[in-house]
Antibody, heavy 116, light 113 residues
Framework: EVQLVESGGGLVQPGASLKLSCVAS????????MSWVRQTPGKTMEWIGD????????NYAPSLKNRFTISRDNAKSTLYLQMSNVRSEDTATYYC?????????WGQGVMVTVSS | DIAITQSPSSVAVSVGETVTLSCKSS????????????LGWYQQKPGQTPKPLIY???NRHTGVPDRFTGSGSGTDFTLIISSVQAEDLADYYC?????????FGSGTKLEIK
């Protein structure tokens, strides 16, 4: 069974950094592109970016590429999202997903709240 | 960026009725080389994770009931839910994956009368 389990969220102050993790199981992680998608409290869905199966290439939403970095460790079947200089508008539930474009599987999500 | 517009923002129907949800793109999502529309639909029930429904505009994801039908091409797409069931109460989102950045519509909330 495919499982994606995100962690690392919580309450963080504006300007701080945060690193989210997504541990994958039930499939060969190193064979798949992976992506991050977020959903704001108002339900707006926003694609953050994706990473090639070997970690050699990434794509980002232009509005986020200067502050967010996606990486992966195939040996640990883990996807990461490094968030820096976070802002209140980064408050959202962050989902780890399999694939690029159309998302077959989603994690349960991890909530990030940016507030002082 | 490609803008995706969904309508209506919310709709209420009775069990057994048919409902049509609209999704319009600011640019064509049809790739002529393979004749595929790069458009997907997702269902998000209250308190749950989004679940895939439809890919390539018309293909049902594994396990999706056949009362869910995706149609359309180019810039205009629809999701038709026939014989709506109480369990279909959810938000429905469409997403274009034709070009980066990938973009989602704002969703349609389906309520049951």
């Amino acid at each position: 069974e495919v499982q994606l389990v995100e962690s690392g969220g919580g309450l963080v102050q504006p300007g701080a950094s945060l690193k989210l993790s997504c541990v994958a199981s039930g499939f060969t992680f190193s064979d798949y592109w992976m992506s991050w998608v977020r959903q704001t409290p108002g339900k707006t869905m926003e694609w953050i970016g994706d990473i090639k199966y070997d970690g050699s290439y990434t794509n980002y939403a232009p509005s986020l590429k200067n502050r967010f970095t996606i990486s992966r460790d195939n040996a640990k079947s883990t996807l990461y999202l490094q968030m820096s200089n976070v802002r209140s508008e980064d408050t959202a539930t962050y989902y780890c997903t399999i694939g690029v474009g159309y998302f077959d599987y989603w994690g349960q999500g991890v909530m990030v709240t940016v507030s002082s | 960026d490609i803008a995706i517009t969904q309508s209506p923002s919310s709709v209420a129907v009775s069990v057994g009725e048919t409902v049509t949800l609209s999704c319009k793109s600011s640019q064509s999502l049809l790739y002529s080389e393979n004749n595929k529309d790069y458009l997907g639909w997702y269902q998000q029930k209250p308190g749950q994770t989004p679940k895939p429904l439809i890919y390539w505009a018309t293909n049902r994801h594994t396990g999706v009931p056949d009362r869910f039908t995706g149609s359309g091409s180019g810039t205009d797409f629809t999701l038709i839910i026939s014989s709506v069931q109480a369990e279909d109460l959810a938000d429905y989102y469409c997403e274009q994956y034709f070009v980066y950045p990938l973009t989602f519509g704002s969703g349609t909330k389906l309520e049951i009368k």
